[in-house]
């Protein structure tokens, strides 16, 4: 158990719909980062957000949206979902601020887009 | 700009037999490596890291990694297979000195035969 915990664990939804994945970082971890896993594209990074704010920015789509709240879970938003969205998501999240430090990775929220 | 590669999408041992999964990173400037392992429908989990210092790194479950330099690369090792140790194994690279957005390889399954 990373301590890392992720909602809801499997979605299925159609196109065109909205859907709203949850992460709890681990107790005391500041940064939560979001990756989408895919057959053709691997691990893809999303965004990082650090206390709150937002630190970095990777692959996401304009349709995709996320933010860190004040007790530190963090929310993905995916619109308009498209049958290529279709995707294990994972949050991570990480203890510090040194580049030395390890990801705790949740065990993912599979979304199926029908 | 940081990239891995690993190569082989899938590595097949017998049970007792070497593991060797090969990852060759580049990085303009001292990179900081991770080997994690991804058991089915579960999260990542790091294996090992090498930051500074030995160049041979050990980790969890007898396995261990070797950073050359001079070869850009940072390969997995294991003496003897198990089959708990089926499962998919990501390299991972982050630079010292930059942001923390750890860039994944596109990961290798290892299948273990009886």
């Known amino acids: 158990d990373s301590g890392v915990t992720q909602t809801p664990k499997h979605l299925i939804t159609a196109t065109g719909q909205r859907v709203t994945l949850r992460c709890s970082p681990r107790s005391g971890d500041l940064s939560v980062y979001w990756y989408q896993q895919s057959l053709d594209q691997g691990l893809q990074f999303l965004i990082q957000y650090y206390n709150g704010e937002e630190r970095a920015k990777g692959n996401i789509l304009e349709r995709f949206s996320a933010q860190q709240f004040p007790d530190l879970h963090s929310e993905l938003n995916l619109s308009s979902l498209e049958l290529g969205d279709s995707a294990l998501y994972f949050c991570a999240s990480r203890t510090g601020t040194a580049n030395t430090g390890e990801l705790f990775f949740g065990e993912g929220s599979r979304l199926t887009v029908l | 700009a940081q990239s891995v590669t690993q190569l082989g999408s899938h590595v097949s041992v017998s049970e007792g037999a070497l593991v060797l999964l090969r990852c060759n990173y580049s990085?303009?400037?001292?990179?900081?490596l991770f080997w994690y392992v991804q058991y089915p429908n579960q999260g990542l989990q790091l294996l090992l890291k090498y930051t500074t210092g030995a160049t041979l790194v050990k980790g969890i479950n007898g396995f261990e990694a070797e950073f050359k330099k001079s070869e850009t690369s940072f390969h997995l090792t294991k003496p003897s297979a198990h089959m708990s140790d089926a499962a998919e194994y990501f390299c991972a690279v982050t630079e010292s000195g930059g942001s923390y957005i750890p860039t994944f390889g596109r990961g290798t399954s290892l299948i273990v035969h009886p």
């Open positions: 990085s303009s400037v001292p990179p900081y």
